[in-house]
């Protein structure tokens, strides 16, 4: 059961031979046997879940069943679900229960999937390592001693362990798409505005955007056919005609034009990583492809903008916990100025912090236009480097990660050094382009590579056939981690 | 640019984040580090470039003027620290 890809879980469904309490079940079994492993779920509740299987199990009884009702589902706690504990990974929203749904729970939740559990994450998603969330680092199911990525890496190491078929996350620098390369999983940022952010917790508004893990391109394609589509209850939700995701899996790649960005394959890969990205651009070559050399000249700008824009925009969505309507406040103050600041020294993790305070600076009188307006310009010039290349290619290939997974406290002491793991991946979202990683490789410590695709706007249904024709090929997708390898 | 001990504390105050002096001088150790980064955004040229806010350049949706929430400030009030009477209760502002 946990080898079958969610078509065939959904077949299996369908035709009762297997029920979804039962798979519910077994699946809250695996957690229960290996979470405290690799850490990867802040929140389970068997009662909630196994009432939502029964619902489900009535629902396939009854014929009216979608592809993914009876599934289950983990999500990353960062999206607020009704009833339960949603924490965003952080103290300041421990014990905060949500009193509503995210628009991309409400449609799982209309499509009949289960709600597996919460996710672990770097609190308020800020991080590419998940140390820095309260509830505990999360573990790499390929190797304990090292860190499975970040933010969305209890979603991304639930799906590497088997302790889910399929997670949400959210990718705001790269947070799907680097924890899917160092855990061996698969994983799809699409299009600014393409998924609802209505209820995802707000970390950076102009670049964040809520996407699926599982562990094929075609599993994420029917995921994605859920979670898309338009709400107009988040501003930047965009009024496009519904697209059926998993429409042109299996077409031919012949004629497929790849760029290969020259900023992107220069010193500072490693070079495992290096082999196992050119040896599935080889496997492309095979199926038809083409490739072109590209440039995108802005790129080396493009963390420092990030790290000007992502702190700007989160200095003013995180100044809504204060200790007043919600959340976190501390138990002894002054006054209220001080009940303020204790209750955000306290609720808030140091890396929170830090980027607070980056942001305000940016922000605060006199620096604006040096900074954030400078930061916006750079972001143009990204854009434009990304335009200038897809008239000359239809995606473009690249690393997901300079290196495979690190050792956990190898990085931490230096933000800078951590910054840098999205090196590859930040772009995408200054300019607001669809992004994924599949697996292409494992290192010579056993370790995912991972194989980032980038497309032109809108063109996410062209990138899961991309990558859904290599995974027909070749099996890194299907590669199992030692815990996942796990019977029980 | 050179940030001081007293801009790490002029801009933990304006966002009203508590930090001991020991925590000001270590944030204040990171952040030369994350600016030594950011400056490098000084190196080009941008003065004709139309500064992006948003990856899609939308405009705001209008909608009609009526009325499409409804009340529900009593489950909203009850994941509140101290609410009491529809209020939520902080510390006396005035004497």
Same mark, same amino acid.
């Given at each position: 059961?946990?080898?079958?890809?969610?078509?065939?879980?959904?077949?299996?469904?369908?035709?009762?031979?297997?029920?979804?309490?039962?798979?519910?079940?077994?699946?809250?079994?695996?957690?229960?046997?290996?979470?405290?492993?690799?850490?990867?779920?802040?929140?389970?509740?068997?009662?909630?879940?196994?009432?939502?299987?029964?619902?489900?199990?009535?629902?396939?009884?009854?014929?009216?069943?979608?592809?993914?009702?009876?599934?289950?589902?983990?999500?990353?706690?960062?999206?607020?679900?009704?009833? &339960?504990?949603?924490?965003?990974?952080?103290?300041?929203?421990?014990?905060?229960?949500?009193?509503?749904?995210?628009?991309?729970?409400?449609?799982?939740?209309?499509?009949?999937?289960?709600?597996?559990?919460?996710?672990?994450?770097?609190?308020?998603?800020?991080?590419?390592?998940?140390?820095?969330?309260?509830?505990?680092?999360?573990?790499?199911? &390929?190797?304990?001693?090292?860190?499975?990525?970040?933010?969305?890496?209890?979603?991304?190491?639930?799906?590497?362990?088997?302790?889910?078929?399929?997670?949400?996350?959210?990718?705001?620098?790269?947070?799907? +798409?680097?924890?899917?390369?160092?855990?061996?999983?698969?994983?799809?940022?699409?299009?600014?505005?393409?998924?609802?952010?209505?209820?995802?917790?707000?970390?950076?508004?102009?670049?964040?955007?809520?996407?699926?893990?599982?562990?094929?391109?075609?599993?994420?394609?029917?995921?994605?056919?859920?979670?898309?589509?338009?709400?107009?209850?988040?501003?930047? !939700?965009?009024?496009?005609?519904?697209?059926?995701?998993?429409? +042109?899996?299996?077409?031919?790649?012949?004629?497929?034009?790849?760029?290969?960005?020259?900023?992107?394959?220069?010193?500072?890969?490693?070079?495992?990583?290096?082999?196992?990205?050119?040896?599935?651009?080889?496997?492309?070559?095979?199926?038809?492809?083409?490739?072109?050399?590209?440039?995108?000249?802005?790129?080396? %700008? !493009?963390?420092?903008?990030?790290?000007?824009?992502?702190?700007?925009?989160?200095?003013?969505?995180?100044?809504?916990?204060?200790?007043?309507?919600?959340?976190?406040?501390?138990?002894?103050?002054?006054?209220?100025?001080?009940?303020?600041?204790?209750?955000?020294?306290?609720?808030?993790?140091?890396?929170?912090?830090? +980027?607070? %305070?980056?942001?305000?600076?940016?922000? !605060?009188?006199?620096?604006?236009?040096?900074?954030?307006?400078?930061?916006?310009?750079?972001?143009?010039?990204?854009?434009?480097?990304?335009?200038?290349?897809?008239?000359? /290619?239809?995606?473009?290939?690249?690393?997901? !990660?300079?290196?495979?997974?690190?050792?956990?406290?190898?990085?931490?002491?230096?933000?800078?050094?951590?910054?840098?793991?999205?090196?590859?991946?930040?772009?995408?979202?200054?300019?607001?382009?669809?992004?994924?990683?599949?697996? /292409?490789?494992?290192?010579?410590?056993?370790?995912?590579?991972? %194989?980032?695709?980038?497309?032109?706007?809108?063109?996410?249904?062209?990138?899961?056939?991309?990558?859904?024709?290599?995974?027909?090929?070749?099996? &890194?997708?299907?590669?199992?981690?030692?815990?996942?390898?796990?019977?029980? | 640019?050179?940030?001081?001990?007293?801009?790490?504390? @002029?801009?933990?105050?304006?966002? @009203?984040?508590?930090?001991?002096?020991?925590?000001? $001088?270590?944030?204040?150790?990171?952040?030369?580090?994350?600016?030594?980064?950011?400056?490098?955004?000084?190196?080009?040229?941008?003065?004709?470039?139309?500064?992006?806010?948003?990856?899609?350049?939308?405009?705001?949706?209008? @909608?009609?003027?009526?009325?499409? $929430?409804?009340?529900?400030?009593?489950?909203?009030?009850?994941?509140?620290?101290?609410?009491?009477?529809?209020?939520?209760?902080?510390? @006396?502002?005035? $004497?």
């Amino acid at each position: 059961m946990i080898d079958s890809s969610l078509k065939q879980l959904s077949a299996d469904l369908a035709a009762r031979k297997i029920s979804s309490v039962e798979l519910t079940r077994a699946y809250l079994d695996r957690i229960e046997s290996n979470n405290a492993a690799i850490n990867a779920f802040i929140t389970i509740d068997p009662d909630a879940s196994l009432r939502q299987a029964q619902a489900a199990d009535k629902r396939i009884a009854r014929g009216d069943a979608q592809p993914l009702t009876g599934i289950p589902v983990a999500h990353k706690d960062i999206w607020c679900a009704k009833g &339960w504990r949603t924490t965003c990974g952080s103290r300041m929203l421990e014990n905060f229960r949500s009193p509503y749904d995210a628009h991309v729970i409400e449609r799982f939740n209309a499509a009949g999937a289960v709600i597996l559990g919460k996710t672990n994450m770097d609190e308020f998603a800020m991080g590419s390592s998940n140390e820095n969330s309260w509830f505990g680092p999360v573990k790499n199911p &390929w190797d304990t001693e090292y860190v499975p990525g970040g933010s969305s890496g209890g979603s991304a190491a639930a799906v590497a362990a088997a302790l889910a078929p399929a997670a949400t996350g959210t990718d705001t620098g790269g947070s799907i +798409r680097q924890p899917a390369a160092l855990c061996g999983v698969s994983g799809l940022k699409p299009t600014y505005g393409v998924v609802s952010r209505y209820g995802m917790i707000a970390f950076a508004s102009s670049l964040d955007q809520g996407g699926p893990l599982a562990r094929s391109s075609e599993d994420l394609a029917l995921l994605l056919d859920t979670m898309a589509g338009f709400d107009a209850r988040d501003s930047t !939700s965009l009024e496009r005609p519904p697209e059926a995701y998993t429409r +042109r899996l299996d077409e031919p790649l012949a004629g497929l034009r790849i760029g290969l960005p020259k900023e992107y394959f220069g010193e500072g890969i490693s070079a495992d990583v290096r082999k196992s990205v050119e040896d599935a651009i080889d496997e492309y070559r095979k199926l038809g492809a083409t490739t072109v050399d590209i440039r995108l000249p802005a790129s080396d %700008l !493009s963390v420092p903008a990030y790290y000007v824009i992502a702190p700007a925009e989160a200095s003013s969505n995180l100044a809504r916990y204060d200790g007043v309507r919600y959340g976190y406040r501390a138990e002894s103050y002054d006054n209220l100025l001080d009940m303020y600041c204790k209750t955000r020294a306290q609720g808030f993790g140091s890396e929170v912090k830090r +980027r607070i %305070l980056v942001g305000t600076y940016v922000l !605060s009188h006199g620096y604006y236009d040096a900074y954030y307006l400078q930061a916006q310009r750079i972001r143009r010039l990204i854009a434009r480097d990304f335009a200038q290349a897809f008239e000359q /290619c239809d995606v473009i290939v690249s690393p997901t !990660s300079p290196s495979t997974a690190f050792r956990i406290g190898e990085r931490t002491a230096d933000p800078v050094k951590m910054y840098l793991s999205d090196i590859f991946t930040i772009a995408a979202n200054l300019a607001g382009l669809p992004g994924m990683s599949i697996p /292409c490789g494992l290192d010579a410590a056993g370790l995912p590579v991972g %194989l980032q695709i980038i497309g032109n706007y809108f063109t996410e249904t062209r990138m899961l056939n991309v990558a859904n024709v290599y995974q027909k090929q070749t099996d &890194w997708h299907l590669r199992r981690s030692p815990i996942a390898s796990n019977s029980s | 640019m050179s940030l001081t001990l007293h801009d790490v504390q @002029r801009v933990a105050m304006l966002a @009203r984040i508590e930090v001991t002096d020991t925590e000001s $001088e270590q944030i204040l150790e990171q952040l030369h580090g994350i600016f030594k980064l950011i400056e490098q955004m000084q190196s080009v040229d941008t003065a004709a470039i139309e500064p992006m806010a948003h990856a899609q350049d939308a405009v705001g949706r209008l @909608r009609l003027d009526t009325v499409t $929430e409804t009340d529900q400030h009593e489950l909203f009030q009850s994941v509140a620290p101290a609410a009491e009477q529809e209020l939520y209760l902080v510390p @006396r502002v005035i $004497e």
